[in-house]
């Protein structure tokens, strides 16, 4: 999830996109990097380095010292995905002729064979990255476009596969930038005498607050006077104007409290963009695969290691692989993998699950692995990080930059992520036809849009946040799948409201846990499908009466029209039907909506939870 800004006006447009891009590094932080349109239409002056912007405001103080003055300009913070974050990967990037400027947010999927085009007419690509195509499709486009920037970019646009957010610069023309948008945020920011594109009204709210929302498949022309918008035929379409109606202080977090709640928030697209070019045709694929299908076809035993609420992903995977391959599946702490003395071989994969790619008790996890022969498979939301790079494999979750220490958004990407590894190994093994692993694939599709069903009729949930805010504990239940999202509730509990919070599997009440319920004690039920579990929902059914009878307050997360637990509910809250596999990616959201609500009624700090860092980088 790149960060991208651009601007036309009477300012010099410089520092204007680089405040933008400083408020938009949560959306990535690989490599920064801007081009400015010279007075006149002279050139396109472009920097870009690899690393923070920091990195870059001391190379344009280095190689610019008196600034680069220009009134058009085009700004990138980069979230890599198409190679590692280097200078030459970083964005704008330039056709041979340096004509044609371009920044992208997204993913070209048939980025390949457009590439392979262009270099079969002598073309040569200056970086990794499926972005740069943008750039010579365009400039190759211009003369059959009339010279028409637009145009050029609407035919490229019809050629594209994927999601993207692409802004175009072009050195004849310093008034005037084009950007188009497909599955991907744009934003345009209307001020006076100056308008702005960016990825999130936070980059430009400094400016201006009257905004224009764009929709799908659209191509937006601006000047310094105004914009007009069309559709990728040409054709003029109609816009969303509305008012950003929060101030400045507020920018960094996009209008929201507090990341994490922002982060939830992105949930559905990152499951959306973590499933992004995963298959094609009926074949689930992975990023980076030095693994051949035989190797796959071989695993005879999978463990997956990871930490913290990865481990959750981990449990929840456990139930989906073994279903789709047979093969059997151990889910490990990470920490405790490589002292146990694991029983591994060539025909062991070993999947391990990392949002940052550094996890130390992961990494020394994979090292052991591969020193017993085992193959390695990595998740990871971080492009080019030493897990990913140690591996076999790599599926990366593209969820975007996570501030918020307690995971919320990596979860659900972890979750879609590891049923995609076990997709793959059943379409090699041969456990799920072609025809199969794409009805499951097209279940998980679905799955953002549910999500957001989910988050639209969370406010009663933080109604009940407040209200149980000064319980001493809370308990959490579930079968199945069930009992890892009742794990991840107790620990998003521990992390933001230091409440003593404990997720039990529900049959395992009766053998000790129902011990703790005591009057008003609030229990957090995870209900299995009715549809799709009969039986376990019978079973949770009773236990729900068996702690309603000992003076639990209980709080149930059930599938929507499961009438049959209404009675024994004193909170009930309805999630849509999902198949059984899937369910943890709506039953999760009410959890996290709840603890960071709590967190916050009692006055904590939602983002930076004490004694806690995002990553962990030692054993």
Sequence with gaps: MCGIVGYVGDRQALEVVLEGLRRLEYRGYDSSGVAVLTPGGARLVVEKRAGRIENLDKALAAEHPAGIPGTTAIGHTRWATHGPPTDRNAHPHLDATASVAVIHNGIIENFAPLRAELEATGTELASETDSEVVAHLVARAMPAAGGDLAAALRQVCGRLEGAFTLVVAHKDEPGRLVAARRNSPLVLGVGKGETFLASDVAAFVEHTRDAVELGQDQIVEITADGYTVTDFAGTPVAVSPFRVDWDLAAAEKGGY??????????????????????????????????????????????????????????????????????????????????????????????????????TMDTLEAIRHAREQKARVLAICNTNGAQIPRESDAVLYTRAGPEIGVAATKTFLAQVVATQLVGLALAQAKGT??????????????????????????????????????????????????????????????????????????????????????????????????????????????????EIRARGARTIVIAEDGDTAVRPYAHHLVEVPRTPTLLSPLVTTVPLQVLAAEIAQARGYDVDKPRNLAKSVTVE
């Design 257 to 358: 409290p507090y990341f994490m709640l922002k982060e939830i928030q992105e949930q559905p697209a990152a499951v959306a963009d973590t499933l992004l070019g995963h298959f094609t045709g009926d074949r689930i694929v992975l990023d980076e695969q030095r693994l051949d299908t035989q190797e796959l076809r071989d695993v005879d035993k999978v463990f997956v290691v990871a930490c913290g609420t990865a481990y959750h992903s981990g449990l929840i995977a456990k139930h989906a692989i073994e279903h789709w391959t047979r093969v059997p599946v151990e889910v490990e702490m990470a920490s405790e993998f490589r002292y146990r003395d694991p029983v591994l071989d060539r025909d062991t994969l070993v999947v391990a699950i990392s949002q940052s790619g550094e």
């Design 432 to 545: 799920k036809y072609g025809d199969e692993v794409a009805r499951e694939f097209a279940a998980m599709e679905a799955m953002p849009e549910l999500i957001s069903q989910v988050l639209g009729v969370v406010e009663p949930v933080r109604e009940l946040a407040r209200d149980i805010a000064g319980s001493k504990a809370v308990l959490f239940l579930g079968r199945h799948v069930g009992y890892p999202v009742a794990l991840e509730g107790a620990l998003k509990l521990k992390e933001l409201a230091y409440m003593h919070a404990e997720g039990f599997p529900a049959g395992e009440l009766k053998h000790g846990p129902i011990a703790l319920i005591e009057d008003g004690l609030p229990v957090v039920v995870v209900m299995p499908s009715p549809h799709g579990r009969p039986v376990l929902h019978a079973k949770l059914l009773s236990n729900i009466q």
